[in-house]
């Protein structure tokens, strides 16, 4: 099955609650009707990839929020 992208790749610098910012680059893509973000590190190393809910094509914005909240909240717990 292929995917769609809906975002291509994207750099971002994500404020971390301890320590320097990190850097990463993600993107958004719908596999058939589920719609995920993948988060890699610059280097392209896989850190998460997240299943979003039905229906929530969002903007860049909000795509930065879940980022920040996958690396803060649930990949450094």
């Keep these: 099955m292929s995917n769609h992208v ?31 973000q993948e988060i890699r590190s610059i280097d392209d190393a896989p850190i998460h990839t997240l299943e979003l809910p039905q229906g929530m094509a969002l903007e ?8 920040r909240y996958v690396l803060v909240d649930v990949v450094n717990s």
């Design 6 to 36: 809906i975002q291509d790749w994207t750099h971002s610098q994500v404020p971390m609650k301890y320590g320097p910012t990190r850097d990463v680059r993600y993107k958004v893509y719908k596999s058939g009707t589920r719609l995920f």
């Design 60 to 67: 860049r914005n909000s795509y930065e929020v879940l980022l």
